[in-house]
Nanobody, 115 residues
Framework: QVQLVESGGGLVQAGGSLRLSCVAS????????MGWYRQAPGKQRELVAT???????NYADSVKGRFSISRDNAKNTMYLQMNSLKPEDTAVYYC?????????WGQGAQVTVSS
């Protein structure tokens, strides 16, 4: 089992920045993929960005150039730096950990961007 704890959500004005953190603990894998997903009210959960154990990253087109995903292996922590935030970025952001055919999710962090 893997446990994920997110932090860093909040309310920000359009154009502002926030940083989300996700700490992973438990039975961690050597090879894994971590990522951030988001779900806005009335919409399906969608991919925001992912990062593999090898450091490869992938971003949704809607956040490219504005968001940056990173990780600190020593702290088992993943980050999402969100800049130039837009009202359409408002959603609950979920941390995801995938390894050995198992998917784990955090509890979610609310991000609200006011216009």
């Amino acid at each position: 089992q893997v446990q994920l704890v997110e932090s860093g959500g909040g309310l920000v004005q359009a154009g502002g920045s926030l940083r989300l953190s996700c700490v992973a603990s438990g039975s961690l894998c050597r090879f894994f993929r971590m990522g951030w997903y988001r779900q806005a009210p009335g919409k399906q959960r969608e991919l925001v960005a992912t990062i593999t154990s090898g450091g490869s990253t992938n971003y949704a087109d809607s956040v490219k150039g504005r968001f940056s995903i990173s990780r600190d292996n020593a702290k088992n922590t993943m980050y999402l730096q969100m800049n130039s935030l837009k009202p359409e970025d408002t959603a609950v952001y979920y941390c995801n950990y995938y390894c050995e055919l198992s998917n784990y999710w955090g509890q979610g962090a609310q991000v609200t961007v006011s216009s």
